[in-house]
């Protein structure tokens, strides 16, 4: 366990440094009411692995319940992300926003820690003092693919084991629908 605590904290050290660096700068998000997680600007997605260590975090915290699993359910008939993006029959790449279930108003933000906040979440930060309503943010997409980078390899044998020992069918997919999957699967695999 520890040594699955130890790599989960590697993997997003980049970004938590970075997080730190415009912290300790002035620059956080103390000043907006979090567009960012809401339905407004939100379509964050993540892979297994994610949310395996996302599930993980959950259990420990002893969150992971029915009102938790009632909650990531109603998000998902809320925004209709179990429903195909409308389009013309030519492929589409854009995503569903929602509000991420986690989101909290007010300074507080996100109720996961971001030692186990998926990497998407971590880069997504202010680049200026006093940010506010999602504007002057953005995603930190150097800092994440050159995380991407140092642990691909290893990110991908992990995810391809947890997509065969799970049986999943996608390599990424937003919160809720990750999370209630992965759940249910790991749940009766420890039954």
């Not at 599930?55 to 429903?83: A, E, V």
């Not at 108003?105 to 003092?129: D, H, Q, V, W």
């Not at 997509?163 to 937003?174: A, R």
Request: proline letters at 5%; aromatic letters at 8%; glycine letters at 6%.
């Amino acid at each position: 366990m520890t040594d699955e605590k130890t790599q989960m904290t590697e993997r997003r050290q980049s970004l938590l440094t970075t997080m730190q660096l415009k912290y300790d700068a002035g620059i956080t998000c103390t000043n907006c009411s979090g567009l960012c997680c809401s339905f407004v600007a939100n379509s964050m997605q993540i892979t297994p692995l994610e949310a395996k260590e996302l599930w993980t975090f959950l259990k420990q915290q002893k969150r992971w319940n029915k009102h938790l699993k009632d909650t990531l359910q109603q998000t998902i008939n809320d925004y209709g992300l179990d429903k195909p993006m409308p389009g013309n029959g030519k492929r589409v790449f854009s995503r569903r926003t929602y509000t991420c279930p986690f989101y909290q108003e007010g300074p507080l933000g996100c109720s996961i820690s971001p030692k186990a906040k998926p990497y998407g979440c971590l880069a997504f930060n202010p680049n200026r003092k006093g940010a506010s309503e999602g504007k002057g943010c953005a995603s930190d997409q150097i800092t994440l693919r050159d995380r991407e980078e140092k642990f691909k390899e290893k990110e991908q044998r992990l995810n391809q084991k947890l997509k065969s020992d799970l049986g999943l069918f996608w390599d990424k997919t937003n919160i809720p629908e990750a999370l209630l999957e992965l759940g249910s699967k790991l749940e009766t695999d420890t039954k």
